[in-house]
């Protein structure tokens, strides 16, 4: 029983702070078509930030997050003018390559301006300890990370559902081009969502910096990981994107509880019986 | 890329004459580059014959990336099959023998050609390559996980070929392994050149151009891919025996995903679609690694990661295919 909701917490945590970082990849991938490889290193990039504020400044917790989204989404924006707007439409090998490229640079760039080793980000006192719930404490963390993702998801579903920005969004996810002859402005679109989704990969890398530990490999490492989710759900589908984050973040804990011997084998078995069956993802529309 | 292979595809149709002298003319360039190679870094054969090695593995992706069009970043996995199947032979079953352990290595990668594709193939797009990198990282975590039989990150040591052919043994110079290699390449090329060219080249070239049109012409794509895949899977499974009988070790790097990516970016350095492409990507990159990662590695993934976007934006054929577009267009103004 005990093991079962150490790894319950553990896995919801980690799927949420999966979600608050891939959403945006899973957005931008359904709206402008470009595999995103570059999409964690943003993440990584957000977890610098806030740790050389928090830890180099003496910023608190709340300032550095802040500044960390919106110093992310300062570096990247120029990042998508000059070089994604030339990828979009582009075959897949194409932006493969382009955005590994970038994936790349940033990691040399990274490890140049701060060094190989592990970046922690110091927790604010109300963070730190742990919750307890009468049979069972929780680590405050851990409950926080969970909190953020389910309040990302919240704010997205208003975002997309309920604003006008969000009826402008859809159109041209479904349609661009018919979109664009309307009068959306879909170039303004682009831009604002993929800086939206920027921002989200910054805070996710910030929150989950004590699960997914950040150090230059970052990107790389959990490039992977972000794909999969992104591809189990469903490119551009945000209920799509929640299931899938829960699901393979509750097989990849359970994984490493039950056979830490077996690494992420199941992890990966688990995804090729997934994509194999839903090959457009759980939530995926038909193209 | 496309007016390349468009190109190629004339020529293949009318002359037939300066194809066959394509061919010797490709044949004679990696013997003298073999023999250049040789001449100028007699103490570094190691690095020479691992690039001939890594040299097979670009060319069986070119097969399926560049003919068929699959996106893949799992390509390893049928190199490291090839390698561990070399391996295994010679250290669990006593198949000392370097011909022995090449067959073994080509059967290996052939087999994983075989088991990747039914994965591969059930999908297009993102779940593809989604599908492929999920295979690499399978197949790493098992090769781990069997270690009785792998030897696990501690990589399969005690490999001893015999003496090839029973007279040539492998020095430690790697004389007999850069020979055996550069032959293995030149003979794996010859090959290659008559089967993109072949009615069965031609076919995955229209199933990567248009799928549908070609199951309404009566062909079946799915048939004919998996056909190629197994076809790479043996020349990869060439490369990885190459590897293994050479450096006498195979290690869990050999199925990295990392490896995949870097077989990757020389394909497209190089140029995709054309055989001389994947030599030449895989040749330049190795010999900068070689250099820059020698003073720093991550200025080398830096250095990577500008080339990649510097050939994304400037040059989408690769060097070879641009050098070929920049004759082409001589030739023509001067006519």
New interface residues.
Partial sequence: MQTVFSIAVDALAYGMVLFVISIGLSVTMGLMRVVNLAHGAFAMIGGYIASYAARDLGLGYGLAVLLAVFGTIVIAVPIERLLYRRIYGAPELTQVLMTIGITFCIIGIANYAFGPTLKTIPLPPGLEGSVDLGFRSIATHRIFAILCGLSVAAALWYLIERTGFGVKLRAAVDDAAMAAALGVRTEIVYAVSFAVAVGLAALGGVVGAELLPVEPYYALRYMVTFLVVVSVGGAGSISGALIACLLLGGIDTAGRYLVPEFGEFFFYLAVIAIVCVFPRGLAGRIR | MTMVTMNDALEGSHRKGRKFGRDLAGLAVILGLAVVGYLLFPNNLALLTRMTAIALLVLSLDLV?GYCGV?T?GHAALFGSGAYAAGIAAVHFGLTDPLLMLGCGILGGALAGLVCGL?IL??????Q???S???I??FH??A??ASSWTGGSDGLAGIAPDPLLGYFEFDLWGRTAYVFGIVLLAGVFTLLRRIVRSPFGMLCRGIKEDPIRIRAMGASPKLALMKMYAISGAVAGTGGALNAISTQVVGLDSLS?TLS?ES??ML?LGG?GSLFGALTGTIVFMFFEDIVSAANP????????????A???FA?KGLYGTVVGLAMRWREARR
């Fill in positions: 990336t996106a970043l994965v059930r999908a297009h797009g993102l779940p390559l989604v599908l990198i999920a295979l990282h399978l975590e098992f781990n996980k995903f990516a990757l970016v497209v995709t991550f200025h080398w993934l830096t250095m990577v990661g500008v080339l990649l976007v050939v994304v934006l989408p």
